[in-house]
């Protein structure tokens, strides 16, 4: 299995910044994309932003040239600086991978538990 764990979360007034991680472990072979989902209360899942191994990346509009994400490959590290935060960002950001297990032969995608972002207007 492969765990995430996301850290980073708070609460940042409007305007301000926020860099949230996602580590990843287990008993990885190998991952591809990984990414992050918001959910804010009453509302669906959204997809915020995903990144390959080989570092391409994808945005949201609603996100587009405020959030910036990033990896580290090596160490299966999942991060996403978060600036010009708006009071419409509060939600729990969940990271997720699409990864390879040792013990099995296809691949699976895997969820964080998430980290709440709050912005205060």
């Known amino acids: 299995q492969v765990q995430l764990v996301e850290s980073g979360g708070g609460l940042v007034q409007t305007g301000g910044s926020l860099r949230l991680s996602c580590a990843a472990s287990g008993s990885i072979s190998s991952i591809t994309v990984m990414g992050w989902f918001r959910q804010a209360p009453g509302k669906q899942r959204e997809f915020m932003t995903s990144i390959t191994s080989s570092g391409n990346t994808n945005y949201a509009d609603s996100v587009k040239g405020r959030f910036t994400i990033s990896r580290d490959t090596v160490k299966n590290t999942l991060f996403l600086q978060m600036n010009s935060l708006k009071p419409e960002d509060t939600a729990v950001y969940l990271c997720?991978?699409?990864?390879?297990?040792?013990?099995?032969?296809?691949?699976?995608?895997?969820w964080g538990q998430g980290t709440q972002v709050t912005v205060s207007s």
């Open positions: 997720y991978a699409n990864a390879r297990t040792t013990t099995a032969t296809g691949w699976s995608t895997f």
